[in-house]
């Protein structure tokens, strides 16, 4: 199996932007504009709760990239320090065998 932290870590970053740029949509604000547009009306009163039900929705959006962010950093630093611990480890063996590397 092969690992290509750097992209892991690529990605953790792109998952770190993408998070804030979801964060910072305001999509709630275009509703709240259309409900103000339509002031006393049964659909305005149906959809009053609508924009607090957005923003929560987007702000556990964006948290749940941020935390697919942080795994994947986390999963290439796990993958990066393996690959040097097995790579030590090998060393030793073939120094006790007396190997050439």
Known sequence: MSVDVDALV????ELGV???RVGRS???????????AMPGSDTAAV???LPDAV?????ETAGRIR???GATARSAVAYADTDAAVARKLSRQ???LGGDR
């Open 55 to 59: 923003a929560r929705a987007v702000a």
């Open 26 to 36: 305001g999509p709630e604000t275009a509703v709240t504009d259309a409900l103000a």
């Open 10 to 13: 690529a990605l953790s970053a």
């Open 67 to 69: 935390s697919m962010a």
């Open 47 to 49: 959809l009053a709760p």
């Open 18 to 20: 993408a998070a804030e």
């Open 94 to 96: 073939l120094d006790r």
